[in-house]
């Protein structure tokens, strides 16, 4: 049936999601292999397809005869927080769903090339995202990503989890720069934000660093009736 979840991925979705709220931390072990397998009533092959592909993605890491760990990655707190938008969303007590406009492998024009801090028609991913609550389109998302420091970043499912949760795990942020402007959106942008094009919205250019290494760099757009910036705290 079309929008049915492979069970690998809701097993690789449900360790995301532990990791991130602490089940699961830095350094400590997951659930074993057979764990896993009753938990999610699935063969022992698809549970090594989603351990294998953490691993690979640098998420986990295994030890023979030891177990799986989460990858002890280093993480320094930025002065301004980025949240992710589905759980600031949820912890509103709202629902929240995104639809994937575009998931796919460019090559670096001028602007993308200066921004990501990589050769002119340097290969590199990008995805183009709106983010819902409550059924509302709040977010547009436009965002390139480093495609050597994120080489899986187009296997994600990014109606399952967002691409600021899943760099966060892989690639913790240690470094941001951001600016914010008003504009008004193109035709296109208020058809999918599903507002007026006579309306202001707000636009933030932002760009990522992990240890020193330039990661992504995002268009956000919020309709500005929809959307509050707060100096500490910006939603991605």
Same mark, same amino acid.
């Given at each position: 049936?079309?929008?049915?979840?492979?069970?690998?991925?809701?097993?690789?979705?449900?360790?995301?999601?532990?990791?991130?709220?602490?089940?699961?931390?830095?350094?400590?072990?997951?659930? $074993?292999?057979?764990?896993?397998?009753? $938990?999610?009533?699935?063969?022992?092959?698809?549970?090594?397809?989603?351990?294998?592909?953490?691993?690979?993605?640098?998420?986990?890491?295994?030890? @023979?005869?030891?177990?799986?760990?989460?990858?002890?990655?280093?993480?320094?707190?930025? =002065?301004?927080?980025?949240?992710?938008? @589905?759980?600031?969303?949820?912890?509103?007590?709202?629902?929240?769903?995104?639809?994937?406009?575009? =998931?796919?492998?460019?090559?670096?024009?001028?602007?993308?090339?200066?921004?990501?801090?990589?050769?002119?028609?340097?290969?590199?991913?990008?995805?183009?995202?709106?983010?819902?609550?409550?059924?509302?389109?709040?977010?547009?998302?436009?965002?390139?990503?480093? @495609?050597?420091?994120?080489?899986?970043?187009?296997?994600?499912?990014?109606?399952?989890?967002?691409?600021?949760?899943?760099?966060?795990?892989?690639?913790?942020?240690?470094?941001?720069?951001?600016?914010?402007? @008003?504009?008004?959106?193109?035709?296109?942008?208020?058809?999918?934000?599903?507002?007026?094009?006579?309306?202001?919205? =707000?636009?933030?250019?932002?760009?990522?660093?992990?240890?020193?290494?330039?990661?992504?760099?995002?268009?956000? =757009?919020?309709?500005?009736?929809?959307?509050?910036?707060?100096?500490?705290?910006?939603?991605?």
């Amino acid at each position: 049936m079309k929008g049915d979840i492979p069970q690998y991925q809701k097993i690789k979705q449900s360790i995301y999601q532990g990791i991130r709220e602490g089940r699961y931390p830095r350094g400590g072990k997951v659930p $074993t292999e057979y764990e896993l397998m009753a $938990t999610f009533n699935v063969s022992r092959m698809t549970v090594n397809r989603a351990i294998r592909e953490l691993v690979t993605e640098g998420i986990l890491v295994r030890y @023979a005869g030891v177990g799986t760990f989460v990858t002890d990655l280093k993480h320094e707190s930025p =002065l301004v927080t980025v949240r992710n938008i @589905a759980v600031e969303v949820q912890e509103r007590g709202h629902q929240y769903h995104a639809q994937v406009l575009s =998931l796919t492998e460019v090559m670096a024009d001028e602007t993308v090339a200066v921004q990501l801090g990589v050769p002119l028609d340097t290969p590199v991913f990008h995805s183009e995202i709106v983010h819902f609550e409550d059924g509302v389109p709040i977010q547009w998302e436009y965002r390139y990503v480093n @495609a050597t420091s994120v080489p899986h970043y187009l296997e994600q499912n990014f109606e399952q989890t967002t691409p600021n949760e899943y760099l966060s795990l892989l690639c913790p942020l240690t470094n941001i720069e951001h600016t914010v402007e @008003a504009v008004l959106p193109s035709v296109e942008e208020a058809k999918l934000l599903q507002i007026d094009p006579a309306e202001p919205c =707000l636009l933030l250019h932002r760009r990522t660093w992990s240890d020193k290494l330039l990661i992504s760099w995002a268009k956000l =757009l919020h309709p500005g009736s929809r959307y509050k910036l707060r100096s500490k705290s910006v939603s991605e």
